[in-house]
């Protein structure tokens, strides 16, 4: 096919078994990881985990992936919509509390196949960078029933010195005000979500400023949205070649983001500095 399925709309041909375009990916569905996950928000992991399915490939390519392993050097096992349609199957059977399905973009197709192969009853996850089209956001309407995107630029300059895409903010903003429209409300069963909006946001070194136009536009056009205000950034991927970003955040620049989350009446998570650490990065495989 030609592939126009992110906001890239690179025209690959994505049916060759080399990956063409920006993913690099082919029309296989390749993934690095199928398991329960605890180290997610506690309404999204709860006590028994989110079955979080890790894809390979990526449609924004951000330079500090702490997951370039997998999405950059596209580490993966390939499968077919009825392998994955297995793994959903295998996940709900070790009653984790929903299926959660991490940059996916790329594989929407096979995905709402496998979906249809087998859908699991538990609730499922689109956990993504925010750079989504609309369309895309569409299609997966009928099967989402939790968005957890981030939302990690406001500035289009610093979106494209870090991931090449300086049509980011747009792009997200509106990705992001789509599936609040998909799912209006936030639901739980007791402390579990079942469906809803969490909107990410990390903070980066250096860029409290972009942090703090995030938090911003969060609060004017997504009031009532949680927000998980991430600190766990540590040098990874091509950080090294970028001399703003080979350390970690402050607490200084944690506590001046976290200052403006609380002035504008923002809800939602705070992570310890602490879980800055590469030990909390997943194991991956291309054996699964």
């Keep these: 096919m030609i592939c126009s399925l992110c906001p890239r709309r690179c025209g690959a041909l994505r049916d060759a078994e080399k990956g063409e375009g920006y993913c690099k990916m082919g029309d296989t569905v390749r993934i690095a990881r199928a398991a329960p996950h605890m180290w997610e928000e506690p309404c999204i992991s709860g006590t028994r985990g989110s079955g979080t399915i890790f894809f390979s490939g990526c449609v924004l390519g951000c330079v500090f992936c702490q997951n370039s392993v997998i999405s950059h050097d596209l580490l993966g096992a390939d499968k077919t919509p009825e392998e994955l349609a297995d793994?959903?199957?295998?996940?709900?059977?070790?009653?984790?509390?929903?299926?959660?399905?991490?940059?996916?973009?790329?594989?929407?197709?096979?995905i709402i196949k496998a979906l249809g192969i087998y859908r699991p009853s538990l609730p499922i996850v689109w956990n993504c960078s925010g750079y989504e089209?609309?369309?895309?956001?569409?299609?997966l309407a009928g099967y989402v029933d939790i968005w957890l995107p981030d939302f990690k630029f406001a500035s289009q300059s610093v979106a494209e010195k870090y991931c090449g895409a300086p049509d980011y903010p747009e792009v997200a903003k509106a990705a992001l005000l789509r599936m609040r429209q998909h799912a209006p409300t936030d639901s739980f069963d007791g402390d579990i979500?079942?469906?809803?909006?969490?909107?990410?946001?990390?903070?980066?070194?250096?860029?409290?400023?972009?942090?703090?136009?995030c938090l911003w536009w969060l609060a004017e056009n997504m009031?009532?949205?949680?927000?998980?205000?991430?600190?766990?950034?540590f040098p990874a991927g091509r950080a090294d070649e970028f001399p703003e970003l080979t350390r970690r955040i402050t607490r200084r620049e944690y506590d001046k983001v976290m200052d403006c989350a609380e002035m504008l009446g923002i809800d939602g998570f705070m992570q310890e500095l602490s879980s800055a650490k590469k030990e909390y990065v997943p194991q991956f495989s291309d054996k699964i």
């Design 223 to 233: 009031p009532d949205t949680l927000v998980s205000i991430m600190s766990q950034y």
């Design 133 to 139: 089209t609309t369309q895309a956001v569409d299609a």
């Design 193 to 213: 979500m079942t469906g809803g909006v969490i909107v990410r946001h990390l903070v980066l070194p250096h860029n409290t400023r972009n942090s703090i136009e």
């Design 87 to 110: 793994i959903f199957r295998r996940l709900e059977e070790q009653k984790v509390h929903n299926i959660s399905f991490v940059t996916g973009t790329h594989f929407i197709p096979q």
